[in-house]
């Protein structure tokens, strides 16, 4: 059973705010929002994660709602090498990570 | 920091032959390392979870004799192809697992490159 619900695709125009939504309704307590993206043909790369708060650090930030039902990973000022395959994976800390289909995001120069 | 190295990147090699994969975690110790598959156009599968000093566990439809997991070290793991067959062209890639404590809130697990098996 898929945790999470991520759109298939996005554009974003390069140097703007990209915004990437992930819904997990059925989160529980103690599990963790993970993100992580692949660039084609790469190992994929750890960006960030959170529990409750939000989070941010030198490539993104972390906004997760109040009800923990949703998040939106957001990268500032996407450039093109953005471009890549993002993760949004609902795990307990401990746990390994089972990864879905993601968000094919385009950066469009 | 939490860098994850693989070798070889890419490897070429005829059907009924091993391949070695070496999966390092280069700068933290790693109790537990995972081995992963990549179809073209897929996403990842989970094929094993690796502990330190004790034996792998395969998820469900993975041979074990086929796929043989090793994690002498807190910094080496290896998975061998045995028998290798077209069907195992694939992209293996293998992430470790920082310590307990050693991320601030949680664990978090690191990726090596990936590795790319063709088999003629």
Same mark, same amino acid.
């Given at each position: 059973?898929?945790?999470?619900? +991520? ?15 992930? @819904? ?13 993206? +692949? ?13 409750? @708060? ?15 039902? =949703? ?39 | 920091? %939490? ?11 005829? =059907? ?21 598959? +990549? ?11 690796? @502990? ?17 997991? @090793?994690? %002498?070290?807190?910094?080496? =793991? ?5 028998? $290798?067959?077209?069907?195992? =062209? ?5 992430? $470790? ?24």
């Amino acid at each position: 059973d898929a945790k999470t619900t +991520q759109p298939t695709s996005m554009d974003c125009a390069e140097g703007r705010a990209a915004n990437l939504p992930c @819904n997990h309704s059925t989160i529980s307590g103690n599990e963790y929002v993970y993100w992580y993206r +692949q660039i084609h043909s790469q190992g994929p790369q750890y960006i960030i994660h959170g529990l409750k @708060n939000n989070e941010t650090n030198e490539m993104a930030s972390l906004i997760i709602t109040e009800d923990r039902k =949703s998040s939106t990973l957001i990268l500032p000022h996407a450039t093109l090498r953005d471009t890549a395959v993002y993760y949004c994976i609902v795990q307990f800390g401990n746990e390994k990570l089972t990864f879905g289909t993601g968000t094919r995001l385009t950066i469009i120069p | 920091g %939490a860098v994850v190295s693989q070798h070889p990147s890419r490897v070429i090699c005829k =059907s009924g032959t091993s391949v070695k994969i070496e999966c390092r975690s280069l700068d933290f110790q790693a109790t537990t390392m995972f081995w992963y598959r +990549q179809f073209p156009k897929k996403s990842l599968m989970l094929m094993a979870t690796s @502990n330190e000093g004790s034996k792998a566990t395969y998820e469900q439809g993975v041979e074990k004799d086929k796929f043989l997991i @090793n994690h %002498a070290s807190l910094t080496l =793991s290896t998975l061998t192809v045995t028998s $290798a067959h077209p069907e195992d =062209s694939s992209f293996y890639i293998c992430s $470790a697992r920082t310590l307990p404590g050693t991320s601030g809130s949680t664990d978090t697990q690191y990726f090596g490159p990936g590795t790319r098996l063709t088999v003629l």
